[in-house]
């Protein structure tokens, strides 16, 4: 496998991860779905580095596809259910439990075990 592929593989949940905190962040200042909480996303710097993210991994998301099969490819972004937790109790101080801790290790062991079959 090539270094470069393979890392684009894990690195794609975890630009997506980083996006979910920052729309959180950017959450906090979103009182409704109203003309001027819309105006506060257009200029929250949080909102756009986040859209930024997504864009990038959108266009490296379509390089991954063009070197691996979908099915196989797509179970790396799992990783994202393992990811946006941590990056929340680091981040925003969001409470981890061990049930999740347990529940993150099963995601990685299936897809481990997924990716080697």
Do not use: C
Not at 25 to 39: E, K, Q, Y
């Amino acid at each position: 496998m090539d270094f470069a592929k393979d890392a684009a593989l894990i690195m794609l949940p975890i630009v997506i991860a980083v996006g979910q905190i920052l729309f959180k962040i950017t959450s906090r200042d979103v009182a409704a779905l109203d003309v001027a909480s819309l105006l506060k996303l257009s200029v929250n710097g949080y909102f756009i580095v986040a859209l930024l993210l997504y864009a990038v991994a959108t266009v490296a998301w379509v390089y991954v596809l063009r070197h691996f099969p979908l099915s196989k490819a797509y179970m790396f972004m799992g990783l994202t259910f393992v990811f946006v937790p941590l990056l929340s109790y680091w981040f925003l101080k969001e409470p981890i439990s061990l049930r999740y801790l347990a529940g993150a290790a099963f995601i990685v062991l299936g897809i481990w075990l997924a990716r080697t079959a």
